[in-house]
């Protein structure tokens, strides 16, 4: 029934595309049956996909808004921390662990980003042949290196090795791991549309090559890194595996990187996820909430940034 | 734009070419190099150093293992003298919710695909897209809070009804464990690889040449013909590269499996319908207690396993990838 109810708003809704088949169809008398009925068939399979495809999304979004848009309302939210409150009692807020995530995402993001644009830089620019190729396969599997063995080659590397504490920048560097290879991969894109013609007038003016990619080519392809350094920064401050292991929670606000346990918004959720009573409930959904905003609107800015400042071609 | 305002500014060298020499002198042309070729140089020492301090941390307490890595399903780390792990029941659970999990979402990511690139119509075929790839922005532990407790009990009925239907195959066989199984983080994994597959199948059909569809439109195909006939033999190999990124991301996913799955002790079961533990959530659930380094050097060796397996998956997608690039240009 749901065929005949959806392919009459289909071609009324895209005439264009439909048009050439159903001229096709009346031309040889509407074709074979069968024939037909599978075209429909298709038809209606692809757009239960998509519907399928929706569903856990809208459901996720409307789970986590309605479980935890009240507590955002209370302005202790964005204020207080959990400091001295128990599992029972309701109240505090999440500041400590928006500053957690904020700021490791910011030490992570101020070591991933000069790497991985000088990398990109190199590979588009500077690099041929063989070395060229190794590097942009290491980047490759830095690509699939999954979040938590990032973690555990820091934690072999800063805590067994090192002797060093579980502290926000032992965080910080397993994340690097993970946004340099999408910071590099994005740049090199980006980098490549910037048409020679460009590179070529420069040099023509005897530019030199290092002024004619800082002046010419980067500021060509400025908004696509943008939008590769959001979603990138999207990415990490999501990431959970690597806090399990380098960064313990704390109830209380910790602005030092380097000293003490620091709270983050992913290991505040992870704190109370196993309780059921109402208090802790209702702080994993806010906590998840707040994460999802800051996550979403990282990645809605770094899409509008990209769509509204194509490097042209 | 950028470039027009700049260019004026740029030739500071006078004309002529005595003045070129000196105007254009080297020094930073090759320090910005060195900074390039640098920066490069500390990437690939990155992978470097995760490959060897894996290697290094892992391999005393591999030389120490007293039962067989590969084929144990021991894992008592407590007392470093007598050390006895095995990843065998690890990898079985790793490697079973990925492929499930890939085999739910390749056909609706197909599926999802073709909608968005051959039926939706072009003024809702973006924003649409764009949803799609909103999934990507929800964090892993979001969606691991949501399965374990908002999915969970839709899951059930469908699962009891597999059991008393198929329960004679051993993939689905009842058992014991009643909440987190190795089935509802399948699909919770499906759900989060759904838009990196959706998204790199979509860039592939969006790239078979409109000669070939007209073509097949030409000869009185209907459109699901065309995509038959032109579309998808073009796309396969990019699909599949596809299906394998998005199997890798599933190998890795900890946080969301860690909350999903139960833990399990006693007998072992092949289910579906079995909890369990994979490399990511084994190692998260222990995160807390890496106080010896033979312990640590267990678990790090389970990470070095994660490691390779990713890294051949991904191979596998890359090269699929690469040879199509030579067979297309």
Partial sequence: MSATSLTPSLAAADPGDASPGDELRSLNGGGSGSRRVKDRIATVVMHLAFLVAVIPLVWILWTVVSQGYHMLLESSWWTNSQRGITVRDFGGGAYHAMAGTVMQAAVTALISVPLGIFTAIYLVEYGRGRVARAVSFMVDILTGIPSIVAALTVYALWISTFGFSRVGFAVSLSLVLLMVPTIVRSTEEMLKLVPNELREASYALGVPKWKTIVKIVLPTAFSGIITGVLLGLARVMGETAPLLILGPYTKSINMDLFNGNMASLPTMINQDRTEFLDAAVQRTWGAALTLILIVMALNIAGRAIGHFSKVKS | ?329
């Fill in chain 2, 1 to 329: 734009m950028a470039t027009t305002t700049s260019t004026p500014r740029v030739p500071g060298a006078p004309p002529g070419p005595e003045g070129l020499k000196q105007g254009l002198s080297r020094g930073p042309d090759r320090a910005f190099k060195l900074l390039a070729g640098g920066s490069s140089a500390v990437v690939v020492a990155l992978v470097v150093i995760v490959g060897v301090y894996l290697i290094s941390k892992a391999w005393p307490s591999l030389a120490a293992n007293g039962a067989s890595f590969l084929t144990s399903r021991e894992w008592s780390v407590a007392d470093p003298d007598a050390l006895r792990f095995g990843i065998a029941p690890l990898l079985w659970v790793t490697i079973i919710s990925s492929v499930v999990a890939m085999a739910i979402a390749v056909p609706i990511a197909m599926g999802v695909a073709l909608y968005l690139t051959h039926y939706a119509p072009a003024r809702v075929a973006k924003p649409f897209a764009y949803l799609v790839d909103l999934l990507a922005a929800v964090p892993s532990i979001v969606f691991g809070l949501w399965g374990a407790r908002v999915l969970m009990p839709y899951v059930q009925p469908f699962q009891d009804a597999l059991k008393s239907a198929f329960g004679w195959f051993p993939l689905f066989a009842p058992t014991a464990v009643q909440a987190g199984t190795i089935f509802l983080a399948s699909i919770v994994l499906a759900i989060m690889i759904l838009p990196i597959i959706t998204a790199l199948s979509r860039e592939v059909f969006r790239q078979t040449p409109v000669g070939h569809m007209e073509a097949a439109l030409a000869l009185g195909a209907t459109r699901w013909e065309m995509i038959r006939t032109a579309v998808l033999p073009f796309g396969r190999p990019g699909v599949v590269s596809a299906a394998m990124l998005g199997l890798g991301r599933a190998l890795g996913e900890t946080i969301a499996v860690t909350i999903i799955l139960s833990t399990t002790t006693g007998a072992f079961s092949w289910s579906l319908f079995f909890g369990g533990e994979t490399f990511a959530s084994k190692i998260a659930n222990a995160a807390s207690e890496f106080d010896s380094p033979s312990k640590t050097g267990a678990y790090i060796a389970a990470g070095l396993v994660l490691f390779l397996l990713t890294f051949a998956v991904n191979a596998i997608a890359r090269v699929i990838i690469d040879r199509r690039k030579g067979f297309t240009e």
